[in-house]
T-cell receptor, first 110, second 110 residues
Framework: DVKVTQSSRYLVKRTGEKVFLECVQD?????MFWYRQDPGLGLRLIYFSYDVKMKEKGDIPEGYSVSREKKERFSLILESASTNQTSMYLCASIHRQEPHFGDGTRLSIL | KQEVTQIPAALSVPEGENLVLNCSFT??????LQWFRQDPGKGLTSLLLIQSSQREQTSGRLNASLDKSSGRSTLYIAASQPGDSATYLC?????????FGTGTRLKVLA
């Protein structure tokens, strides 16, 4: 069974901090994604990666960057956290056209 | 730009009722369409995947249909149960990206 693990379920940070959200998948998938989910806006794609060291901007990349140094790990970085980045962050990897999601990280920026 | 809409946003039904959730999309050039379930505070679980060449898929009490030409999909849930209470999201796949609807929040009353 595919497993996508996000390092934290809940995280509280302060404005201006650099924040790292980690995602690890155990099935050697090439494609990985970061979404944020907000009430009334649904899931919006921040960044995705289709191979090691490759990354593509999604629909809302501003204020974020990503890192994919190893195939199994895809990190989302908030360069200088702001209150409007308070959200639920979901990571996914894709196997046979089917995305598999982690349980999400609920991030609060104070 | 692809847009995905789900109606209704919320639905409350008595146990045992058959129900239909709707999903519409603006660009018919899709690879596939998927329905997901999301429980509170959790990630997404894939329910049904319909390839662009298919018209429907069934799994247990769930049946999903796809009409690409009209940009519509429906998720039919037969004999609903309280355990079906969750948010249901549809998503369409383009080249790499999945575009999600905002979901229908379903509550099945015992």
């Amino acid at each position: 069974d595919v497993k996508v693990t996000q390092s934290s379920r809940y995280l509280v940070k302060r404005t201006g901090e650099k924040v790292f959200l980690e995602c690890v998948q155990d099935m050697d998938h090439e494609n990985m994604f970061w979404y944020r989910q907000d009430p009334g806006l649904g899931l919006r794609l921040i960044y995705f990666s289709y191979d090691v060291k490759m990354k593509e901007k999604g629909d809302i990349p501003e204020g974020y960057s990503v890192s994919r140094e190893k195939k199994e790990r895809f990190s989302l970085i908030l360069e200088s956290a702001s209150t409007n980045q308070t959200s639920m962050y979901l990571c996914a990897s894709i196997h046979r056209q089917e995305p598999h999601f982690g349980d999400g990280t609920r991030l609060s920026i104070l | 730009k692809q847009e995905v809409t789900q109606i209704p946003a919320a639905l409350s039904v008595p146990e045992g009722e058959n129900l239909v959730l709707n999903c519409s999309f603006t660009d018919s050039a899709i690879y596939n369409l998927q329905w997901f379930r999301q429980d509170p505070g959790k990630g997404l679980t894939s329910l049904l995947l319909i390839q662009s060449s298919q018209r429907e898929q069934t799994s247990g009490r769930l049946n999903a249909s796809l009409d690409k030409s009209s940009g519509r999909s429906t998720l039919y849930i037969a004999a609903s149960q309280p355990g079906d209470s969750a948010t249901y999201l549809c998503a369409v796949q383009g080249t790499y990206k999945y575009i999600f609807g905002t979901g229908t929040r379903l509550k099945v009353l015992a």
